[in-house]
């Protein structure tokens, strides 16, 4: 991190300034330079030190959508085609891209417009971009950089369509970079954030790559036209589940631990109104409602930082079963990868809102950081699959869990709960009995149990009065996108409080974790009472309990608070924020950065053009 | 409305492509260029055109603050003040800015740290910033444009503070820009929003303005030093509230309808995936998930138009007792501007952040027009005052409304309910008894009754037990900022069913906005079901009618989103979306605008100076 910060090359000091040219060349300017400095220090793109450039660039560097092309073929291609392409790629004579999502389709894959039709007589697919909706859109480094790039579209051969096929396709010059015959392609212009990436459009007129260049690896067009599928069609699935799972720590907990460090620090430097008579104004952090707003969030990083480390366990054994040829438990991977991309990234979204809005008009401020982590990630629950879908192949998945366990036939352990018959009532007697994790994982238990079973139930009750079942599942989807988050929430929970109770031998760090699960889970359920109310679960009565103890514990984490944001451990550097720097120098650093603004550096032409005229009585002659 | 949207002048096609300084630029060559209309077309500044101009331009124009300039030297100053400055602004000879919040204050008025002291041999004020956290920061029109200022400062006469005062300072040259002596201006650099305007910082040095520009309508500091008071105080709040009753329309409620407006259009051109196999993909509206997002929206901005509506008829009728000298309407009227300012931008904000994530990758793209509506009404939630003071501020009204109520006392009349009883259950017995006005009606009535009693018997438990004052009110302020929220829920569902009754003569228009006020109302239920499941007074069977009735209505209201967003009556200029526009050629209109997008104009020189060598080959020369 040190060998990065320090690089002048890398730094991001006057990102908040740049236009979206300026980002963009920036960002490929350190791309280019990291490839130096990789090679000078002897770092391999997958090697350990990886993750820790990326964390230490914030991500703000061009080529990313390289990896992709890269992975793409090593995944999908033949032993041949890997032996071709991927030493041009990682030699970089070659700039790749990835260009799967169109105009008109996103999500789902199915729907693509674009086509490549096999030609028997010259070995070639020639593809095509067939109407507006079909020009690819969205695929990063292709509005100006690649050279390269992974088109998916649909096989036909004699006239029969085969459905979603890779193919590579040059689109620029090696020479001089100018596009291709056939080819179309430029920049799809601003967005909230990703300033610094070329995110593209490409439309293909009658564009011909030879027969290799289609990924074969699980599958074939043969000279004669003779398609061949070999191989499981479900690893592909596998590559999305992984995707899912890393974008999770990278791209959404981090970020939600930036704000949280940047909220917090500004918080106890601000001071608003007096809490007490006839003394100095009081902290903002000392307020029970800023508190409410932030301290969630802080326990909210915790524990979703813990449950990637659970998704990633549980990646790792799926991944050697695979190897073993066992594709077993792939549903259940697909499930969780799906289910908790969408609730960790909707999750923290808001939060990083609550910690923007929480330090009102200076969160405001691009100089804050804060609205650019916000910005980004809003953008995680829309990529790698429309979050609403997402939860939705989740609950597919736990309603037939569900059946299975009904029907007493095994089903994954993660769900081995839903076979466990309602228990009846909370037993909490008081808000102390609230801290107990067996009582409030049971309360999330009951609650996940319920939402799954009754929306199992209202389909079922739909279909055997006669609605079809996509329309009986199209009336039930508001109720099992609920269920499937509750089902993620659930889980989280648990094991946060597995993750506390492995803490044993570090008591200091148990007790305040303990706190934070605690926080965690009894913010959870007062600010979703409804569903822990329902069935009478949980009591009015025992609910008032829950908000005494979840207020309670606001003054105790209150006092941890600074301490828990530091042990995130980013460097100023990597925050880039005015508001959140390690020593406290808020309105300096402030006043000293807005200096630095183009606004300030340059003389308006709009004086001398309109506001001179207008003092000075002209305006009949404007 | 064409007058404006045919001028090239005001056209904001290029918005979304240009720098702050392009934007600030545009805005004050707009802002001239529309003094110049006004004069040829006969429109003032006070004149019914004005709220068209303004929503033609979507705000988008300079010295705005220039009329709350001159609005405070209208209701602040005195009338001599008035006569010497007010023609001077209105011919501007000067440009106003209005130069309150600081650096380290913002809410919390009488925190500010600005000083101004009264020099009796000179009879002049010397104004300062004693230190950096004093530097006032965010005034609109002054970074860059305005020559004149009122400027917040403790006022000192002989060593003795008087708290904060109005000063009309002089703080560029009227000849040629430049700043006068001992004022440090400049612009505060970039935002998520107001790129058009130049938000400044201001310092000040030992800066000398003669007596006479203390605005004295209220107060005045006669040559000998002694200091008078006279009127009334109160005053001062009328004029907070009209300003936060007014915000409510332009920046909120209008930027929601606009977002309501582009999401809807958008999902009915938008086709995923297929709800009936062998069928034609489906418009994505006609999934219930995507109808659960945004046809409460929908509802919300009819329901906050109405309240809007409602709140401009309380103010009138305040205004006219205050000019009978009764300000006996005024705390009501503070509770209510302050309650539902917090209250309605909280929630328009989260609606158009539903809207924008509604419309998937196309959303957040600038060229959707939803990232820019919701960056602005972002701002609406912290400017004004922040939103959980102002919460505090109307649940302080509650508190003191109930216990009045509760012993007898006469209440102003919107809180009379609170004196009511406590209802024991609701009589709803299946799912058609919720699409009865009063049933959900009075329901919402109970769960706030409920909600403010109980916060106001916590209050006094604690208080009672030995607990300081202001300490048991801290520790109740999460809760109370949810009773003032539940009081204003309440409000706004009760008028929307009033209008809704009085809509009798309209039948065709009735039927529909008796839906959208059943849905608007079903929908808070739904969300926020634990609040009235809570006591029982909603059982967890009635709750599963009002889903099962929350649900249908989306279907019914599904038909007819397209003519009520429609009757919204927004030109596609003033929408100026790729997704939103009438004929809702969406995927045409986002390929020719991102032509234009800067990215695509110039030839980035990244090529040469980093791609070439790069694939060349000649990473060691970089």
């Known amino acids: 991190v040190e060998a990065i910060e320090s690089d002048p090359v890398f730094s991001r000091e006057n990102q908040y300034f740049q236009t979206q040219n300026e980002r963009y060349e920036a960002a490929v300017r350190k791309a280019v330079h990291l490839q130096k400095k990789m090679h000078e220090m002897g770092w391999t793109e997958n090697g350990p030190e990886f993750k820790y450039i990326y964390r230490a660039l914030s991500g703000d560097v061009a080529f990313l959508l390289h990896r992709i092309f890269m992975r793409s073929i090593s995944v999908l291609g033949s032993e041949k085609q890997i032996a071709k392409w991927i030493p041009l790629a990682t030699q970089y004579q070659l700039i790749g891209s990835y260009a799967q999502t169109e105009l008109g389709h996103g999500t789902y894959l199915q729907g693509l417009e674009t086509t490549a039709v096999f030609d028997i007589t010259t070995q070639e697919f020639i593809l095509n971009t067939p109407k507006i909706s079909a020009v690819k859109w969205w695929p990063g480094d292709m509005g ?25 396709v040059q689109i620029r010059s090696l020479q001089d970079h100018s596009l291709c015959p056939g080819i179309i392609a430029g920049d799809i212009g601003p967005k909230m954030n990703f300033e610094h990436i070329d995110n593209g459009y490409l439309m293909l007129q009658n564009v011909r790559v030879p027969r290799e260049n289609m990924l074969n690896g699980f599958c074939e067009v043969q000279p004669d036209g003779t398609y061949i599928r070999r191989g499981s069609q479900q690893i592909n699935y596998f590559t999305m589940t992984t995707v899912r799972i890393s974008l999770i720590s990278d791209e959404v907990v981090i970020p939600l631990m930036k704000a949280c460090t940047i909220a917090i620090r500004y918080s106890v430097v601000r001071r608003q109104s007096k809490l007490k008579p006839g003394e100095q104004e009081a902290k903002i952090l000392d307020y029970q409602t800023q508190q409410d707003k932030l301290l969630p969030q802080l326990a909210a990083a915790y524990a979703f930082h813990f449950i990637n480390d659970y998704l990633q366990e549980l990646l790792d054994r799926g991944y050697r079963e695979i190897q073993r040829k066992n594709f077993d438990t792939l549903p259940e991977l697909h499930a969780f990868s799906s289910g908790f991309k969408a609730m960790v990234t909707q999750y923290c979204t ?12 200076h969160g405001y401020s691009l100089l804050s950081g804060l609205p650019s982590l916000y910005t980004k990630i809003l953008a995680s629950c829309i990529y790698e699959g429309e979050n609403t879908i997402l939860l939705l192949q989740t609950a597919r998945f736990l309603m037939k869990c569900f059946t299975a366990a009904s029907t007493g036939q095994p089903v994954p352990p993660s769900v081995t709960y839903l076979a466990v018959g309602e228990a009846g009532k909370c037993p909490a007697k008081n808000k102390l009995d609230f801290l107990c994790p067996d009582i409030y994982t049971k309360a999330y238990q009951h609650m996940a149990v319920r939402l799954i079973s009754s929306t199992a139930a209202k389909l079922q009750d739909l279909i055997q009065s006669g609605v079809k079942k996509y329309d009986a599942w199209n009336q039930c989807t508001v ?4 269920a499937a988050k509750a089902h993620c929430h659930y889980i989280t929970v648990k094991n946060f409080a597995v993750t506390v109770e492995k803490l044993q031998t570090k008591a200091g760090i148990q007790k305040i974790m303990k706190h934070l699960c605690d926080l965690f889970a009894l913010h959870g359920i007062f600010s979703n009472a409804g569903v822990f109310l329902h069935d009478g679960y949980i009591s009015g009565a025992q609910m008032d309990m829950v908000t005494a103890s979840y207020l309670d514990l606001l003054a105790v984490i209150r006092k941890d608070a600074v301490p828990l944001v530091d042990a995130f451990d980013f460097t100023d550097k990597s925050l880039n924020s005015a508001l959140g720097s390690y020593d406290g120098q808020v309105y300096q650093r402030l006043y000293e950065w807005a200096q630095k603004s183009p606004t300030n550096k340059q003389i308006s032409p709009a004086y001398e053009k309109y506001l001179k005229p207008l003092l000075h009585n002209m305006l009949s002659k404007l």
Not at 350 to 361: P, T
Not at 479 to 482: D, I, P, R, T, V
Request: aromatic share 10%; glycine share 10%.
């Open 479 to 482: 109720q099992l996108a609920q």
């Open 144 to 168: 100006r950089s690649a050279t390269h790039t992974v088109v998916f579209a649909q096989l036909y051969v004699h006239g029969k369509c085969y459905g979603m096929h890779p193919f590579i």
């Open 350 to 361: 808001s939060a990083v809102e609550i910690c923007l809005r929480a330090c009102g008009g």
